[in-house]
């Protein structure tokens, strides 16, 4: 594998985020505090703790996985897709690059971002309430393993895509929707018993859980279940992608 044009695929993404800064970190951490405030007064002020956690605090790891999925799709979805529709994406083709290349360079690209963001929001929410992270190593991984397989949906997405419209709409009407009904803000736990077995066939729940988890040793599922939801998502997004290139899905407009 030649690593140069990775590195210069990467270096480019990189580099229209800084030029898209407001939009691409000022604007996710100001919409994150956005929730985090609306949802730490209107509901904290009924729900005082979650097994034995404030609810301010309790609602911090969902609210970096619900930015860190979508910002992750968006950013990847996008940064394939741009290509695509400026025409751009020819002087890409003609060069010596292999797919697993331009795979690594766009994903890793919208990883590291999401990665940063999920960051800059951990130490945002720490300004509004008290966080302690029991297993920081597990922390990162998860937040690593969530970047790069909702980046690699995203490449997905913006292979598949062939308008701004289609680029929307598994991102508005499925990440977001799952996000916020896989325990986000809340524990399963408090459900009736029905909805709380519908809730296991969420797949985002096993992720928020697994993230809390390593925040405060709680979680709604067992943390193997969701390091093993984690690794089969991945496993079927790269199996997608290998799948797509391989049966005549290809880069051009």
């Known amino acids: 594998m030649n690593l140069y044009p ?12 800084r030029r898209t800064l407001l939009q691409s970190i000022v604007s996710p951490v100001i919409s994150t ?3 985090f405030v609306v949802f730490g007064a209107a509901i904290g002020s009924r729900i005082s703790e979650i097994d034995g956690v404030s609810y ?4 911090v790891p969902g609210l970096i996985m619900l930015m860190l999925l979508t910002q992750s799709v968006s950013n990847a979805s996008f940064g394939i897709f741009f290509p695509k529709f400026s025409g751009s994406i020819y002087e890409l083709l003609s060069a010596p690059i292999s797919h697993i290349e331009i795979v690594i ?12 963001l999920g ?30 397989t909702f980046s690699l949906l995203g490449f997905i997405i913006g292979i598949w895509a062939d308008g701004f419209d289609k680029l ?25 018993p029905v909805w709380q077995t519908l809730t296991l066939f969420n797949p985002v729940v096993y992720l928020v859980s697994g993230f809390r988890w390593s925040f405060y040793g709680i ?23 290998a799948w797509m290139f391989r049966t005549g899905y290809r880069l051009r407009p």
């Open 6 to 17: 990775v590195r210069a695929i990467y270096a480019a993404e990189m580099a229209r985020t």
């Open 33 to 35: 505090s956005l929730y």
């Open 56 to 59: 301010g605090a309790f609602i």
């Open 105 to 116: 360079g766009y994903v890793g690209a919208a990883a590291t971002k999401s990665i940063v």
């Open 119 to 148: 960051l800059i929001i951990l130490a945002t929410a720490g300004l509004f309430v008290p966080l302690e992270i029991a297993h920081p190593l597990w922390m990162l991984t998860f937040l690593v393993l969530t970047a790069v």
């Open 168 to 192: 929307q709409l598994v991102p508005l009407l499925v990440i977001t929707p799952l996000t916020f009904l896989g325990g986000s803000f809340y524990s399963i736990d408090m459900l009736p």
């Open 219 to 241: 979680s709604d599922v067992s943390l193997m279940a969701s390091v093993a939801m984690i690794l089969v998502f991945l496993a079927l997004c790269l199996a997608v992608i």
